[in-house]
């Protein structure tokens, strides 16, 4: 399974913004689909954006012209910019990867980062 790492979680106050970022050593990052999930306490984990290998999105309602997914193969990584941050956006946010480029089908998860936003 390959290894996942985020970074880029802390506390901000509400109407900020926070930049995720996960990174991957393998080599094939550029051929697969690309996602972030979040999981707020007592609730269900949640899809919030993909990206597919050739760079078309996809956003959850509730998140959507608040944040942007996007990805840089050169350096295996991909982001989640959040702005206009609500308190309701509160959560442990998971990178995960499709095991195709352009479909959905969850191969690997991170271990997680969290995301506090203050009101």
């Known amino acids: 399974q390959v290894q996942l790492v985020e970074s880029g979680g802390g506390l901000v106050q509400a109407g900020g913004s926070l930049r995720l970022s996960c990174t991957t050593s393998?080599?094939?990052?550029?051929?697969?689909?690309m996602g972030w999930y979040r999981q707020a306490p007592g609730k269900q984990r949640e899809l919030v954006a993909t990206i597919t290998r050739g760079g078309s999105t996809n956003y959850a309602d509730s998140v959507k012209g608040r944040f942007t997914i996007s990805r840089d193969n050169a350096k295996n990584t991909v982001y989640l910019q959040m702005n206009s941050l609500k308190p309701e956006d509160t959560a442990v946010y998971y990178c995960?990867?499709?095991?195709?480029?352009?479909?959905?089908?969850?191969?690997?998860w991170g271990q997680g980062t969290q995301v506090t936003v203050s009101s």
């Open positions: 393998r080599t094939i990052f550029s051929t697969k689909a």
């Open positions: 995960t990867r499709s095991r195709y480029g352009s479909s959905w089908d969850i191969d690997s």
